[in-house]
């Protein structure tokens, strides 16, 4: 089964010629099957988390150890980790002039999986993952989240999430900028998954509001660069009601 | 519309709409001299003139200044052509040379002043070629001044392949004459090693309903500066101007285009894309339409997108349009300078993709629907090879 292990993660990122630490000591097992949400207020690190993880050059990692099955993920360049089962549904999905969705998921598919996608069998997986996603078959031929909306852009993150199968999935605010119609789309496509019982699911969001569609196992609140509480889906309930201040005053530091 | 987007440092991209009230079309007049087919009749550049600005005087090799002189075995031409097409080699006084333009520069004026021989390419009326026309220029070290025409007679259909190879100083005119309703396209390959200097003129006259097709693909040499000039003999022309370059470190490469609606009813399309990488990778693109007072019922469109690989490489894109007729179908331009950055190859990669497969990903996709417009499959395919090699030399 597999298992991502975050052992006393520390992470820095340079920021007006100065070095900040954003992570001050990250502990986290997420195993295959399980859902995990990540909780808390803006600026607490959780994106921080959350792209160290999938390897992004901005963010140097100072201490602590990441392993996926053992592996050593730290040592692993980006794409080294994804191929390893690693998949991040990024917040802000960037704009790819020229290269088209299919293209894209195709080239994709075929790094992660390490052989070309028979092409017959391939096509009726994508259109058949687009469809479930309420995506217009056009959206295929359209340049990589070149002109997308908010909703199209998470919407391309979770085709790719179906498609690709990763052994660990991090969302980044997945349902940020969603109305309720794509939140509950993406949802829907994020427990397809889930059902396989073949992904492990780090699900961070700053509201409860995903909560109601994807159920997750384990709540942590995260503040200040670390986990400062954990507990079930009853955590979450409690975040809804009384907000983060009880983990952002006083407590850890901004 | 002129728009820009993600404009790398140190780049520029500029465009303007004139409605000119006068005869005098400031196309022509910022040029610092008419229009001759005579070297004296053009100062030497200094390098603020407006038509010389983005160009690197010093590194022309005497072609701007009368400095540059021929040398005997400066570049060997080797025409092949399928059988009904005339080759001929001729003198000065040909009275078939210099009917599509008139050097608009210097140093077009001193390739048309100072070459010997042209080479005289006819394809006759109604005669449809199956196979290219292939136009080998090899540069052997030396300095050359070439001059070369292709006429088609009327209803005549033909591809022309221009292939630059070698090393080489050249200044060449090259005339593009096309008859009524004859179909005309042309591939200028500019695949030069890298000290090669070239600069040229290609003048296409566009007869009563016929159609030009110009793929310009510029990849090597140390300075390359073309002037793509199109104008019409009557209604009813079309012209497509299409371009690729890839300009590689310390590489100037420069294309100045001119689309002349001098007649009515006439269409243009000019698209031209670049590929940039490296320190001191310049690309400038210059995009002049001008829509004459009687051109009524012109349709145009002009187009310049460019792709910033990596830090330190600079393109100056200018695309003008001036308009003396509102008695057109659509007139319209865009120029965008966008940049392959950091994020693009964190997503590509964060899906599995390698560094160099997510570069050549984006690179191919950005030339794919131009590489498409070719037409000649040889050519395709070796540039799409060429796209994969400059990627590769990056990467090492």
Known sequence: MATLEIRDLHVTVEADNATKEILKGVDLTVKQGETHAIMGPNGSGKSTLAYSLAGHPKYTITGGTVTLDGEDVIEMSVDERARAGLFLAMQYPVEVPGVSVSNFLRTSATAIRGEAPKLRTWVKEVKEAMERLNMDPSFAERNVNEGFSGGEKKRHEILQLELLKPKVAILDETDSGLDVDALRVVSEGVNRVRETGEVGTLLITHYTRILRYIKPDHVHVFAGGKIVESGGAELADKLENEGYEAYTKGGASA | ?396
Not at chain 2, 316 to 323: A, F, G, K, R, T
């Open chain 2, 1 to 396: 519309m002129a728009e820009a987007q993600n404009l790398p440092v140190g780049s520029t991209t500029a465009g303007a709409i004139a409605v000119a009230a006068e005869a005098d079309s400031t196309v022509a007049t910022r040029m610092s001299a008419p229009p001759s087919f005579d070297v004296a009749d053009f100062p030497v550049p200094n390098g603020r003139e407006e038509e010389w600005r983005f160009t690197p005087l010093e590194r022309l090799r005497g072609l701007h200044d009368g400095t540059a002189v021929a040398t005997g075995t400066g570049v060997k031409v080797d025409v092949q052509a399928p059988e009904g097409v005339t080759v001929e080699t001729v003198g000065r006084d040909d009275a078939r040379l210099g009917r599509a333009g008139t050097p608009v520069d210097r140093i077009a004026a001193q390739a048309y002043s100072a070459f010997e021989q042209a080479s005289v390419v006819t394809v006759p009326k109604e005669t449809a070629l199956t196979e290219p026309i292939r136009i080998a220029v090899h540069g052997e070290g030396g300095t050359a001044f070439g001059h070369t025409v292709v006429e088609l007679g009327a209803f005549a259909e033909a591809v022309v392949v221009i292939d630059h190879t070698g090393d080489a100083v050249l200044a060449a005119n090259v005339d593009y004459v096309l008859g009524d309703g004859a179909k005309l396209t042309v591939v200028s390959v500019q695949d030069w090693d890298d000290k090669a200097v070239h600069v040229a003129q290609h003048n296409a006259v566009v007869g009563r309903d016929a159609s030009f097709k110009s793929v310009v693909v510029t990849f090597g040499g140390d300075v390359v500066r073309l002037h793509p000039r199109v104008n019409y003999a009557g209604t009813g022309g079309e012209a497509e101007l299409f371009g690729l370059y890839f300009t590689d470190k310390g590489q100037h490469q420069e294309h100045r285009l001119l689309v002349d609606h001098n007649e009515p009813h006439c269409k243009s399309n000019v698209v031209y894309k670049g590929a940039l990488q490296g320190d001191d990778a310049h690309a400038v693109w210059i995009g002049d339409v001008l829509i004459e007072a009687r051109a009524e019922g012109t349709d145009t469109y002009e187009m310049n997108r460019n792709l910033v690989l990596t830090d330190g490489a600079r393109v100056d894109s200018v695309p003008n349009l001036e308009i003396e007729t509102g008695e057109i179908v659509g007139a319209g331009h865009a120029s965008a300078t966008g940049r392959f950055d950091d994020e693009q190859l964190f997503y590509l990669m964060a899906r599995g993709i390698p560094e160099y497969e997510a570069r050549r990903l984006v690179v191919r996709g950005f030339f794919a629907e131009l590489v498409q417009q070719i037409g000649v499959a040889d050519i395709e395919e070796r540039l799409l090879a060429k796209i994969d090699e400059e990627l590769e030399a990056s990467v090492a």
